[in-house]
């Protein structure tokens, strides 16, 4: 059993930046790909982005055009996600996941953390 605790949420103002968090309560952090997923009232929850268990590989959904940059610190057990220039749209609960592969679907991923919400204000 992994646990996902994410942290840095918050409000801030459009263009502005806000670093997210994911500390995992396991040995094994290395063995994870990590995901990054959003979620807002009435919508599915979206592909952010996600790192593979080295680091070596990124992939991000359409919407973030090189604004965010998701990375991992394998020695901390800890994957963050960096977001720049946010919008209005990107108001949301960012959820960090853990499974055994990269991929881009909720379902094939296998822990999720509780969630931290992004406030962007116009």
């Known amino acids: 059993q992994v646990q996902l605790v994410e942290s840095g949420g918050g409000l801030v103002q459009a263009g502005g930046s806000l670093r997210l968090s994911c500390v995992a309560s396991?040995?094994?952090?290395?063995?994870?790909?990590m995901g990054w997923f959003r979620h807002t009232p009435g919508k599915e929850r979206e592909f952010v982005a996600t790192i593979s268990r080295s680091g070596d590989y990124t992939y991000y959904g359409d919407f973030v055009a090189g604004r965010f940059t998701v990375s991992r610190d394998n020695t901390k057990n800890t994957a963050y996600l960096q977001m720049n220039n946010l919008k209005p749209e990107d108001t949301a609960v960012y959820y960090c996941t853990a499974g055994p592969n990269v991929r881009v679907g909720v379902q094939e991923y296998d822990y999720w953390g509780q969630g931290t919400l992004v406030t962007v204000s116009s």
């Open positions: 396991t040995r094994s952090f290395s063995a994870y790909a």
